[in-house]
């Protein structure tokens, strides 16, 4: 069982910065890789960043050069650094890992960028 629990949406102004956390708890030992998705209002959940316990990265190409997904040496918490931040960067955003053939999901924090 992994739990996961993100923080640090808010409010900001386009072109302003946010940093998430995804905080993990549980068998953290058996997580592999940790992503970041994002679901706007009236869209499908995308995936925006992931990160392997090796450290290796991916991003979706609308955030490439805008958004760095780190993580810490226990991968039990994981960070999406936003920059430049664009009104259609605003939705709910979750932390993600998939243990085995089972999906875990956090309850997902807001961002909001105001143009």
């Known amino acids: 069982q992994v739990q996961l629990v993100e923080s640090g949406g808010g409010l900001v102004q386009a072109g302003g910065s946010l940093r998430l956390s995804c905080a993990a708890s549980?068998?953290?030992?058996?997580?592999?890789?940790m992503d970041w998705y994002r679901q706007a209002s009236g869209k499908q959940r995308e995936l925006v960043a992931g990160i392997t316990r090796g450290g290796s990265t991916n991003y979706t190409d609308s955030v490439m050069g805008r958004f760095t997904i780190s993580k810490n040496i226990f991968m039990n918490t994981v960070y999406l650094q936003m920059n430049s931040l664009k009104p259609e960067d605003t939705a709910v955003y979750y932390c993600h890992t998939l243990v085995g053939i089972r999906n875990y999901w956090g309850t997902g924090t807001l961002v909001t960028v105001s143009s």
């Open positions: 549980g068998s953290i030992f058996s997580i592999n890789a």
